[in-house]
């Protein structure tokens, strides 16, 4: 299973974009790359999900380059309700191998 | 329609001792997993179970067990408990095998073993 690295913390501002990046150098080419969010007390809660390129939906934006090695999960103007924990996860789930391995994900802080 | 829900949502328990949680899915729902979250591993899968039969299973040791119910409640049980057991325990419940666009998480227990 591909092991993930994310930056342990970032800080930001209301308004402002927020890009964390995730990497996943021995993505295989059946792993889709799925971002999680969670605050405290809570489950984590499905953001967006990726295979190449980039795709976008209502809360955020996910940029995959052409090696698929790395990630980046793109916030448009965070508000405070942002603040959260932010997981990359690696994973297959085409075929049997649905083991679910999160990273140690980003604690993302957003100021007034 | 209700979330996923978890019983119950604190435990503390001494080292040795058995801990049985349990998980309630969403109506309709026939996968259930859980996971293992600490502060210094982040979230671990330990297993999932789909139709009363477990599926997958991450790297536990084999204290960690579970089942699942012809109603789809899952029960996990981690027998001689020690100190590194201390986490959150989500379980997670999907209408099919567990996919991470399709997973609906719990809030948790938090068990604490002393």
């Known amino acids: 299973l591909a092991k993930t690295t994310q930056p342990i913390s970032m800080d930001s501002y209301e308004g402002q974009e927020v890009n964390i990046t995730c990497s996943h150098n021995n993505i295989a080419t059946n792993d889709y790359i799925t971002w999680y969010q969670q605050f405290p007390s809570q489950g984590p809660r499905f953001i967006i999900q990726g295979y190449k390129t980039k795709v976008t939906n209502e809360v955020a934006s996910l940029f995959i380059p052409a090696d698929r090695k790395s990630s980046t999960l793109s916030l448009p103007r965070v508000s405070l309700s942002d603040t959260a924990v932010y997981y990359c996860?690696?994973?297959?789930?085409?075929?049997?191998?649905?083991?679910?391995?999160f990273g140690s994900g980003t604690r993302l802080q957003v100021q007034p | 329609k209700a979330g996923v829900t978890q019983t119950p949502r604190y435990l503390i328990k001494t080292r040795g001792q058995q801990v049985t949680l349990s998980c309630s899915p969403i109506?309709?729902?026939?996968?259930v997993s859980w996971y293992q979250q600490t502060p210094g591993q982040g979230l671990q899968f330990l297993f999932e179970y789909f139709s009363e039969t477990q599926r997958n299973k991450g790297n536990f040791p084999g204290r960690f067990s579970g089942r699942q119910f012809s109603n789809s409640r899952s029960e996990m049980n981690v027998s001689t408990l020690e100190l590194g057991d201390s986490a959150l325990y989500l379980c997670?419940?999907?209408?099919?095998?567990?996919?991470?666009?399709?997973?609906?998480f719990g809030p948790g227990t938090r068990l604490t073993v002393l």
């Open positions: 997670a419940s999907s209408l099919e095998l567990a996919r991470p666009d399709t997973q609906y």
């Open positions: 996860l690696v994973g297959d789930i085409e075929t049997g191998r649905r083991a679910l391995t």
């Open positions: 109506s309709g729902h026939r996968s």
